[in-house]
């Protein structure tokens, strides 16, 4: 598949079961915007309460969110990888 010129900043964290979940929290889900996008290997994509994840889960390290960043990538994606959501960038979109 061809990569997407659109570069989505993802932010990857880890369940305590150790499943990887990539957010992306410019991305709404919903049209009131209480949602981002997410992306996990089951399910798939998916709406995702960004703050409530962040308080469950902690940052993946790279070795552990490298398969979910490759099947991103495969399916078009161009990703930014950063460690947090910034207020102030989301407001700039």
């Known amino acids: 598949m061809t990569k997407d010129t659109y570069i989505t900043y993802v932010v990857f964290r880890k ?15 919903d049209l009131s915007g209480l949602y981002c996008s997410s992306y996990m290997h089951t399910g798939q994509h998916s709406g995702a ?4 994840l962040i308080h469950v ?11 979910l960043k490759a099947e991103l990538e495969g399916i078009g994606y161009n990703l930014k990888i950063i460690k947090r959501y910034t207020k ?6």
């Open 15 to 29: 369940f305590r079961e150790g499943d990887i979940i990539a957010l992306f929290p410019y991305e709404d889900y």
């Open 88 to 93: 102030c960038f989301h407001l700039l979109k």
């Open 57 to 67: 889960t902690k940052p993946a390290k790279e070795s552990e969110y490298t398969d």
């Open 49 to 52: 309460d960004y703050h409530g």
